[in-house]
């Protein structure tokens, strides 16, 4: 019963203090006292249950992940289209991130050293998986290419996040880089050609 009562405290916490981060857009300027008071609980019930305020940021930041990696699912294994189920994980992964502070999201792109063995086990345990479901609704829908193997589809996505990983610029100032995110996102999924382009219109022949 003890036991029970603590989980739905730390529950009560964690839920005040995203909706705090998410209202106010400014982790910094949310104190203690402030989730605290809105969690019904003391201060040091706080520290108590998380040891310090940046460890409570770093949990706030795995539900924010968590909570991208359900809608994802949701929408993989769903009866929608499959190029309604990408436009609905791409749109709804930006309207996640964009309610988000800037904090949070450094910590999801493994700016943070203490976040980085919970984004990787997430992302083995709970992501790739997801995307290899996908992929495979994909190929029976026709609209993935059924000649690329599980392995490549996965490197494939490896690639992305290193080379998101490698420009911490761009999630660093995520509101202002917006616009580029969402392009660069339609290039990895939807590639540089236009869907109606003709290579070899003018009578030349195809190599």
Not at 19 to 28: Q, R
Not at 179 to 203: A, N, R, S
Request: hydrophobic share 40%; glycine share 4%; no cysteine.
């Amino acid at each position: 019963m003890k036991r029970e009562r603590s989980e739905k405290k730390r529950e009560r916490i964690l839920s005040a203090a995203l909706d705090l981060f998410n209202s106010t857009h400014n982790v910094k300027k949310v104190s203690i006292e402030d989730i605290a008071r809105n969690a019904r609980v003391s201060p040091t019930t706080i520290y108590n249950q998380f040891g310090s305020r940046e460890d409570l940021v770093r949990e706030v930041a795995k539900i924010l992940m968590l909570k991208i990696v359900q809608m994802s699912a949701a929408h993989i294994h769903s009866d929608l289209p499959f190029p309604r189920k990408l436009n609905e994980i791409m749109t709804g992964k930006i309207d996640i991130a964009s309610r988000a502070h800037r904090e949070l999201l450094v910590k999801l792109t493994s700016q943070d050293p203490a976040m980085a063995p919970f984004i990787e086990e997430t992302y083995r345990t709970e992501i790739k998986p997801l995307w290899l479901d996908f992929f495979e609704h994909g190929k029976k829908e026709g609209y993935v290419d059924p000649s690329l193997d599980d392995e490549v589809l996965l490197l494939y996505l490896d690639i992305w996040r290193a080379g998101l990983a490698s420009m911490p610029e761009l999630t660093r100032d995520w509101e202002k880089n917006m616009p580029i995110i969402e392009k660069l996102t339609h290039l990895v999924f939807y590639g540089f050609l236009k869907k109606d382009i003709d290579l070899f219109k003018k009578g030349k022949k195809r190599p």
